[in-house]
Structures are given as C-alpha cells and as structure tokens.
C-alpha cells in the first residue's frame, strides 16, 4: 500500500453501536468538511405518508432541546461555518464544512441535531406550505411533468421511483402531523446505518475520541433493510402527451428502467457508455446531432437516474419546439439504436475515459470533494482504496466491455416516450 495513498491515508473506524466514522488529515488549508448519510430517505416512508422522510430531514435543524434553530444559526454563520440535512430515495444526507479551529462545536451542533431535534410544530406547518407551493408550482414545469408521468408508467406504485401525483402527493402531505414525524424519526433515525466521514485539518485519533463522545452511546432504530426488487424492462414501448397551457417549448422524455445499480459489475461500463450518448450536450452523440447539427435544441442528455442502491430510469431528455417533437424523438431513437448496434468508438472511448479520469482527480482536490468520494465507496463497500483504483479500473475498460454493457443497458425498442407541452 502506498504512503500516499488514500487507503493508506484514511483511518477507518466502527463503533460498538453500528456508526462507522471515516478521517482522512488534509493539512492543506485550515478546514474541515464532513459528510454522511443514513438509512432514513423516502424509501422507508410509510405507506400513504409520502414527504414524511423529506419533512423529517428538513426539520433537524429547526431547533433542538436546547436550543433554537435561530440561536443554533447564528453560532454556525458566526464561525462561517454550515451544517446541512437533506433526504433523497434511500438515504438523508450530511454536509457541513468549518475551520478547523471550530471543530468541537460544529460537531456538537451535529450531534444535537441529530440526536435532540425539537420538531416545532409552528416550523412543520411552514414547511408543509413550502413544499406544497413547491409542489404545485412544479406542475407546470413540461420536463419536471414528463418525467413524472413517465416514472407512473414504468415503475409499479410501491416502487420509490414512482412519483405520485399532484393531488395524492397534497392529500398525504396536509395530513402530515408532528406526531408521525416523531415516530418516523423513533424509528428511522440511529447510529447503526450511520456512515460520517471527516476530511481537513484534523488529527484523526482525535476525531475518533471526540465522535465517540458525542455519537457512540446513540442507539435509536436498528439497521435498516433495503429490499427492492429489480423492475423488468418493459416488453412494448408507451407514449403519452401531457397538454399544459401557454408553453413556447415541448419538454420529451424517453426512458425506461435501467436495470443497473452501483453493484453492477459493469457500472462503470455502463456510464462510461452513457457519457458518449447524451451526458454532455456539447459533446456527446445526442448532442452533436440534435444541437449542433440539426439545430433543433439547445439542451439535450442522457442520464442513468439513481443507479445506485436502486435501478431507477435510463432517462433521455430533450426540450424543443412543439414542431420539432417528433424529429427529435425520431433522431434520438436512432442514435441509441446505432449506439447499440455499433457501440462505442475507439476515439470515443479514449475520449470518455480521459475526461472522466480528469474530472475525478479535479474532485479530489477539495476536502469537500474527498469527504463526498470516501462516503460513497463505505456506502457501495468498494474500499477506501477505490478512490486510489479508480483510474485504472475505467482506464482498463475495453470497446468489448462498454460494447456488452450498452447491449445490456440500452433498449430503444421497450422505450416510454412522454412529451409534455402546448399543442395544438
């Protein structure tokens, strides 16, 4: 193992209460980032309570036991220092960054949050309203509509990528209580899926002690299970117009489910893949052909949507004027099909594997960068010293291993087309 190395470099810990903490020193510059997760996000909401894990999230830094959010705000931007809490599909989210001189109390305004929220029932109702003016607002956004509608189609209504509709959303939404915060929070929130990774100007023996003061005696839930079920391909394509009022352009979505998840062994395969298809509209085959030769948008990108704990949607989108609907979806579908056909250049290739090589080391430069990279490799169980084996893990795939994945992962045939806009 190099000295130098990030497997060598990061210390890795684990509490007798599940919590795994991860420390990597960074004498760089005199500051701290922190990240983490856990098992807490909307996949566990229970049924007919969907925004309960999102409301929860949001709530941890509305005051505590002892402390307003208002008294716990000003501590944190008097030192220029920020906590935040967000949940997504599976997990809620930790970020936070601080000098390193205010490391203790950072870390004791964490573990307040996170052990000790108050969840005001004055703050849920203002919340409540937030996300439902967010919520309506959203249904007149033509992609935000169409992807949506598309996730309805493709995936069952238990599955976490279905998104509810507008009225089922409101309905469960209003009913939300803080009661159901408090037992979603009984019974969601603990320290045994806890991973929390520390990135600066730290020595790491100290961070141990002093997280293990602060977090290693919080119990709460047991580790929580994540089951989900792959989501078949579709066998025959779909296609839906949503008519929205007053719109200059349409909105296009064609995807389907993708099949791949971050343990996958051809992930990387496979988003090597997608970045030669649609990642980038600048240079990407969609891109090229449907922006710069054909003029017919000014954005168009291919995604592989929460392939990671779950195979959410390959999903292709594109905005163009209502005439230019069905060029687009016509030049799109045979793009992918050539994709398929002829896989990926050798140039291509080359090209893909230098860029993404490039921008992975440019993440790496920041504490913040580092922080976010070790989480997910705990989270995935790659190793810490993935982040050493990345380079040569992409720079070692072949035409033959992108070839197959795209095979595996691209199905223009079995393809949902949702087009969401004014039409005449």
Do not use: C
């Amino acid at each position: 193992m190099q000295e130098n190395s990030f497997a060598a470099r990061t210390h890795r810990y684990e509490f007798k209460n599940g919590m795994k903490l991860l420390v990597l020193e960074n004498r760089a510059n005199p500051t701290v980032s922190f990240y983490g997760v856990l098992k807490a996000g909307s996949y566990f909401n229970p049924p007919g309570r969907h925004g309960i894990a999102s409301l929860t999230a949001s709530m941890l830094n509305k005051g505590t036991a002892r402390r307003s959010k208002l008294e716990i705000a000003e501590e944190l931007e008097g030192a220029g220092a920020h906590l935040s809490f967000s949940a997504s599909t599976f997990t809620v989210s930790i970020g936070g960054q601080a000098l390193s001189r205010d490391f203790d109390m950072v870390t004791s305004t964490l573990a307040e949050e996170l052990r000790e929220p108050s969840l005001p029932g004055e703050e849920l109702e203002k919340l409540k309203l937030r996300t439902l003016a967010s919520l309506k607002q959203n249904q007149e956004e033509t992609r935000l509509r169409a992807v949506e509608r598309l996730t309805q189609i493709v995936y069952p209504s238990e599955s976490p990528f279905h998104q509810p509709t507008l009225e089922r959303l409101t309905s469960e939404i209003e009913d939300i209580s803080i009661d159901d915060l408090e037992d979603f929070y009984r019974s969601r929130y603990g320290a045994s899926s806890l991973v929390l990774v520390v990135v600066g100007d730290v020595e790491p023996a100290q961070v141990h002690g002093r997280i293990g003061d602060l977090l290693g005696d919080w119990t709460g839930t047991p580790a929580a299970r994540i089951d989900l079920p792959w989501t078949p391909l579709q066998k025959t394509p779909t296609r839906e117009l949503i008519q929205l009022k007053e719109k200059a352009n349409a909105d296009v979505i064609i995807g389907h489910a993708s099949g791949l998840r971050r343990s996958s062994p051809d992930y990387l395969a496979a988003m090597l893949a997608n970045r030669a298809l649609g990642q980038s509209t600048l240079s990407s085959r969609l891109g090229l052909k449907i922006r710069d030769e054909m003029g017919l948008t000014y954005g168009i990108t291919s995604s592989f949507t929460e392939s990671g704990l779950g195979d959410g949607p390959f999903l292709i989108s594109v905005t163009v004027a209502p005439s230019n609907v069905e060029k687009a979806i016509e030049t799109s579908q045979e793009i992918v099909k050539e994709f398929v056909l002829s896989g990926i250049r050798e140039e291509e290739l080359r090209d893909e594997q230098s860029a993404w090589i490039g921008s992975f080391k440019i993440g790496l430069a920041t504490n913040a960068g580092m922080a976010a990279q070790l989480t997910s490799a705990e989270v995935y169980d790659l190793g810490e010293s993935y982040l050493d084996r990345f380079s040569n893990l992409l720079g070692s795939l072949t035409k033959a291993d992108v070839d197959n994945a795209i095979r595996q992962y691209f199905h223009p045939e079995s393809a949902t087309t949702v087009i969401a806009g004014t039409f005449d």
